[in-house]
Every structure is written in C-alpha cells, then in structure tokens.
C-alpha cells in the first residue's frame, strides 16, 4: 500500500530496499552499537590485504626461493625450466623453457583457491570488504541480498573440488619438509632452523586442511547410523574437534606460510646462514 509520501512517478516500496525497505522497523541510526565493531572487520581486512600483498610480490619475483635443502612453500612443486634446482633436478622441466612466467603463479591458484572459498575466509572478507554485514546487529549497506546464487559468488561452491587439490599440495609440502633433514649437501640426519620453520608450517597446513567443512562432511556425511561405522565416525570426531577451531587454524597457517617463504627468502638472499643444530 503506497503512504502517499512517495515522490511522483515511483512505484511503492522501489525507493528503499534491504534493512531501510518499508517493511522493516523505520530506525533513523545506522545501528545502535556502542562499542568498537569496527575494530574486528578492519583488522581482517588489514591482515588479508597485507597476505595478498606480501605474497603477489613473492609470486612475481621469481628469485631466491631456493635454499638448499629449502624450497619455499609458494613455488614447490617446481613446474618450469626456470624453476629447476638441484632439490628436484633437471627433469623437472614440465612445461618447457618456453614458460617464462614465475612458477609461484600456477602454484598458488590451488591452495588460493582453497582458501578463498573457505567458509571462514568467505565470512571473513564478506564482513571486512562487502559489508555484507560489517558486524552483527550492523546493517549493510546492499539493497538487495541474493546469498552465492548468482554469479560471481555461485562460484563458491567449487570449494569442495579445491579442498581435493589442498590435500595434493600438503602433500608435496610434507615432503619438502622431510627433504629439510638434510644439510646442505644432502646428506641426510640433519636438522637446522629452517626445518623448525618447516615443521611447523606443515603441521598447521594440515590441521587447517582437515579442519575444512568439506573434509568434516567427507569424514562423516550422509551416515544414518554412526553406530554401524565406528571408524568414521571417531574421524568425524576428530575432523570436528579442529573445525572448531578452525578460524585459528586458518589465521596460523595463513602467518606460517609466509614466515617459511620469507625464511628461505633471507636464507637464498644471503641475510644469513640457515643455524643449523645438528
């Protein structure tokens, strides 16, 4: 029903929609909070933008990702001519001498993808960048909510294809960080910080890895009885207990990345010697 106070020529209800059409409450403020709700949202925002700088720099500058017996996490596996070293040795030239772009950038699509439509990240940039809400009990500023029906958002539901390419590319970081007992000879036994950095990163890749929604729905979905699969479902326990704790998880990865890429960075630039402890 039209209020009569509609500018002439406008169709009832077409001049507002979301939260302001006026079917909802009519509140004047924007919110009623009073804390610091913007401190969240504007803190993800600042870590994920300094990730994506951090490593678009990494990924373009082809250089100094290999210190032996250290391969950075962003350009393992090696996949160009350009990118062979000693720690895979010369046949690993899978697309030839012709690929002149840096390796880090067929590598990365995977687990980027991975975590870009990750139901926590999603959450994440959604309320830092979208304001879709900012906050809870803040209004967002969209017209119209349509949710990840419509393109572009639809496509993240290809998250459970990239969960499948994820457990690949833990898979080669677990063995690089079992190539990182070894010194710089290759001879194996042997322990230095680097591998430190290494076993850390791997073990968090891991946890968040499994602790993925897609991972907890592989483990346990579609069981009517977990009584009849006690094996599953003592997984599905497990895969549980780290979906918990999955934003942390997400957060402590996304940091030990970095920091293994960066470690071999200084170590390949000559900043320092890799100690090693034995």
């Known amino acids: ?49 300094a990730f994506v700088v951090y490593s678009t720099w990494r990924a373009f500058a082809n250089a100094d990702y290999y210190a032996a017996p250290y391969v950075s996490p962003f350009y393992s596996p090696c996949l160009a001519s350009n990118c062979r070293t000693m720690h895979l040795g010369p046949n690993a030239d899978v697309f030839g001498s012709w690929w002149a772009i840096s390796p880090a950038i067929i590598i990365l699509i995977f687990p980027l993808g991975f975590r870009l439509t990750c139901y926590y990240y999603r959450k994440a940039y959604y309320r830092s960048f979208w304001a879709s809400p900012p906050a809870c ?80 729905h592989i483990v346990g979905g579609k069981l009517r009885h977990f009584s009849k699969h006690p094996v599953r479902y003592r997984a599905w326990q497990v895969v549980g ?13 996304l940091l030990s990345v970095a920091l293994a890429d960066f470690y071999v960075f200084l170590v390949a630039s000559g900043v320092f010697a890799d100690p090693r402890f034995f």
Do not use: K
């Open 1 to 49: 029903m039209a209020t009569g106070t509609e500018p002439p020529g406008t169709a009832p209800h077409a001049s507002r929609g979301g939260v302001r059409s006026p079917a909802r409450a009519a509140i004047a403020a924007p919110h009623l909070r009073t804390d610091r709700w913007w401190l969240a949202p504007a803190v993800t925002a600042a870590g994920l933008l």
């Open 137 to 216: 009990a803040v209004a967002e500023p969209h017209r119209a909510y349509t949710g990840e029906t419509r393109f572009p958002l639809i496509l993240q539901n290809v998250h459970r294809y990239f969960f499948y390419a994820a457990l690949l590319v833990a898979g080669v970081l677990t063995y690089d960080t079992v190539l990182a007992f070894r010194d710089t000879h290759y001879r194996w036994g042997h322990m230095g910080l680097g591998t430190l950095v290494f076993l850390v990163n791997i073990a968090l890749i891991w946890a968040y890895t499994l602790s993925c929604h897609s991972c907890r």
């Open 241 to 253: 207990r780290l979906n918990a704790r999955h934003m942390q998880l997400a957060w402590a990865s």
